[in-house]
């Protein structure tokens, strides 16, 4: 579990300074900027930002089109679109590309921080674009990006959900259990009720009416949940 990491390319220096000293100030991990496509590509091959702020002109002939493009190649993050025109063109040539913001020049930090929330809000919610191996999740004010193999069960209360992590750390979401198991690969993951939600992957002992998971954590469970469990559990080989 860590902050997410944010990765920006943007080829004039002092707006790309200020961006990065605004993020800080959010809270966010920032990378140093890149200025231009080809250390954008190197960037996101070697530091793997958890969401990029891109500026569509980059003042070479590969702009951050291209460079959204080749990040949607290899990995599928969150991406934000900056420029300076809105203009017609512009947006039609960044759509293919599916950005999760557009934020046009100058903006404030509040403008910003919206963006990035609307990025990670949408990014979350197309299942299509999603990396399976982690989720985002935002605990308090911060992002944190958390790997699924380290999440062992969720309980919910009411408008919130606490995931509890293997090490035995909690964190706590504003959020339904819905909206946390759409977030989820349902393949490694079963609701035993409407207010828990177990990893299939830490199920050590199953029986008819009782489940273990590791750390001698257990809940009781009906028939008809025994069935799906052995069923995932048979079809994922966890025991």
Not at 9 to 29: F, H, P, Q, R, S
Not at 95 to 114: H, R
Not at 165 to 192: H, P, V, W
């Amino acid at each position: 579990m860590s902050k997410i990491v944010i990765g920006v390319v943007e080829n004039e220096m002092i707006i790309a300074d200020t961006i990065c000293i605004t993020l800080k100030k959010l809270g966010y991990n920032v990378l140093p900027p890149a200025p231009n496509y080809t250390k954008a590509i190197a960037m996101i091959e070697n530091s793997k930002p958890d969401l990029l702020l891109l500026d569509i002109n980059l003042g070479g002939i590969k702009d951050g089109i291209d460079v959204a493009k080749y990040s949607r190649s290899i990995n599928n993050i969150p991406i934000i679109f900056l420029t300076a025109n809105s203009d017609l063109t512009t947006i039609e040539r960044a759509k293919p590309v599916k950005p999760n913001a557009y934020l046009v020049k100058p903006f404030s930090k509040e403008d910003l921080y919206a963006a990035i929330e609307i990025a990670i809000s949408n990014y979350e919610a197309d299942r299509s674009l999603k990396n399976t191996n982690y989720i985002l999740v935002k605990a308090g004010y911060d992002y944190v990006k958390l790997k699924l193999n380290d999440l062992m069960y969720l309980t919910s209360d009411h408008n919130y959900v606490k995931l509890h992590l293997i090490d035995g750390k909690e964190i706590s979401c504003r959020a339904t259990m819905q909206e946390m198991y759409e977030k989820l690969n349902s393949t490694n993951f079963e609701r035993l009720g409407r207010s828990i939600t177990i990893s299939i992957k830490n199920i050590v002992k199953l029986e008819t009416n009782k489940v273990w998971l590791t750390g001698d954590k257990e809940f009781n469970i009906n028939k008809q949940i025994h069935e799906m469990l052995l069923e995932k559990i048979t079809t994922s080989e966890v025991l």
